[in-house]
T-cell receptor, first 113, second 113 residues
Framework: DADVTQTPRNRITKTGKRIMLECSQTKGHDRMYWYRQDPGLGLRLIYYSFDVKDINKGEISDGYSVSRQAQAKFSLSLESAIPNQTALYFC????????????FGQGTRLTVV | AQSVTQLDSQVPVFEEAPVELRCNYSSSVSVYLFWYVQYPNQGLQLLLKYLSGSTLVESINGFEAEFNKSQTSFHLRKPSVHISDTAEYFCAVRSSGTYKYIFGTGTRLKVLA
């Protein structure tokens, strides 16, 4: 089983709909992140969380919200989806005890029509 | 503020030829540096990382990168590429004392037969 699991893997939704992307991890990490990937723009940070009580905005948080339900779960919501939120979304985790890399899920491909 | 620049969006190279993918970063403090690889329809996998110590780091599949503090660079090199190296490569930086991973815009490596 994957250490960082994202659901769903693919989703098509209509403009104006609310949608939630979920992420769970078994690595025991306290840091969790949501990124979106767009062609030519790389990965941009949407939100990050250091623990259940600590949520921080990234560089492109407008139109998104997050919830850290437990140390292992971090969900991303689009309250009212719009077409320019069509992208590949990645959840990542990292260990806060030292200088380590981030570990990524397999991604969720979201299409807003 | 941290930033990462990958100047080459696409790099075509013939099989068995050498390749260099360039990465420059900006940070006012000491940094940790990473190269990730993304194969088609997959998530990001760590290729190699610089945390401290030797400035030359190597991966298990023949890639290497050298941390150059004076030039604020962390270029990725491979002396002889294979078709299977075709992928998108992302450089990332994390400044010490922070837990935000900042990514470049990516370089698509296309290995030609």
């Amino acid at each position: 089983d994957a250490d960082v699991t994202q659901t769903p893997r693919n989703r098509i939704t209509k403009t104006g709909k609310r949608i939630m992307l979920e992420c769970s991890q078994t690595k025991g990490h306290d840091r969790m992140y949501w990124y979106r990937q767009d062609p030519g723009l790389g990965l941009r940070l949407i939100y990050y969380s250091f623990d259940v009580k600590d949520i921080n905005k990234g560089e492109i948080s407008d139109g998104y919200s997050v919830s850290r339900q437990a140390q292992a779960k971090f969900s991303l919501s689009l309250e009212s989806a719009i077409p320019n939120q069509t992208a590949l979304y990645f959840c990542a985790t990292s260990d806060g005890t030292g200088p380590t890399e981030a570990f990524f899920g397999q991604g969720t491909r979201l299409t807003v029509v | 503020a941290q930033s990462v620049t990958q100047l080459d969006s696409q790099v075509p190279v013939f099989e068995e030829a050498p390749v260099e993918l360039r990465c420059n970063y900006s940070s006012s403090v000491s940094v940790y540096l990473f190269w990730y690889v993304q194969y088609p329809n997959q998530g990001l996998q760590l290729l190699l990382k610089y945390l401290s110590g030797s400035t030359l780091v190597e991966s298990i599949n023949g890639f290497e990168a050298e941390f150059n503090k004076s030039q604020t660079s962390f270029h990725l090199r491979k002396p002889s590429v294979h078709i299977s190296d075709t992928a998108e490569y992302f450089c990332a930086v994390r400044s010490s004392g922070t837990y935000k991973y900042i990514f470049g815009t990516g370089t698509r490596l296309k290995v030609l037969a």
